[in-house]
T-cell receptor
């Protein structure tokens, strides 16, 4: 069964450093997403991406965040200057249809720890 | 605005007993509804989805959910709990934005514990 692949699975970084989280969505999917889950809290929407541009972003997704699909297969989330409160599990997801009626396929996540 | 409420952050059942995890939603449009399961240190796996076809939806691992519009509910059930069902379960609604795109709104999750 097709999978969404995320790397790395764990990342520890110092406050103020830049991190790039990588995702390889399912090949025939057109809609891409990043979500995050702070430990013990709910899964929160960060950003959606379609046709090489951001479709929607949440209040969390401020100027420190950016997304890119650099080569037609990878989908990356960059945090320019990490803060302690960015520590969370970050999930990438993709879907074939806009409404997500097929159900998003999520990756297994990257656990980011900012120290 | 769309929202999802999951009653009970923790639910414990005995092995072999009925599992009932509650989810209520609010939506201004006919919703797409989903249940996801998260095993420890793993990602989110789709259990089942409601997309305006049959109101009783069957998913993987013996789970099912019934969409009840009058009650704005989409509760998850399984007739007989198994130890391997211990996990966190998230209900989600697909939410249209003003830009015409969609995103999922998740509930706060219910951690299911299965007692031997």
């Amino acid at each position: 069964e097709p999978e969404v692949t995320q790397t790395p699975s764990h990342q520890v970084t110092q406050m103020g450093q830049e991190v790039i989280l990588r995702c390889v969505p399912i090949s025939n999917h057109l809609y891409f997403y990043w979500y995050r889950q702070i430990l013990g809290q709910k899964v929160e929407f960060l950003v959606s991406f379609y046709n090489n541009e951001i479709s929607e972003k949440s209040e969390i997704f401020d100027d420190q965040f950016s997304v890119e699909r650099p080569d037609g297969s990878n989908f990356t989330l960059k945090i320019r200057s990490t803060k302690l409160e960015d520590s969370a599990m970050y999930f990438c997801a993709s879907s074939q249809f806009q409404q997500g009626a097929d159900g998003y396929t999520f990756g297994s996540g990257t656990r980011l720890t900012v120290v | 605005a769309q929202s999802v409420t999951q009653l009970g952050s923790h639910v414990s059942v005995s092995e072999g007993a009925l599992v009932l995890l509650r989810c209520n939603y609010s939506s201004s449009v006919p919703p797409y509804l989903f249940w996801y399961v998260q095993y420890p240190n793993q990602g989110l796996q789709l259990l089942l989805k409601y997309t305006s076809a049959a109101t009783l939806v069957k998913g993987i691992n013996g789970f099912e959910a019934e969409f009840k519009k009058s009650e704005t509910s989409f509760h998850l059930t399984k007739p007989s709990a198994h130890m391997s069902d211990a996990a966190e379960y998230f209900c989600a609604v697909s939410h249209p934005s003003t830009s015409g795109t969609y995103k999922y709104i998740f509930g706060t999750g219910t951690r299911l514990k299965v007692l031997a």
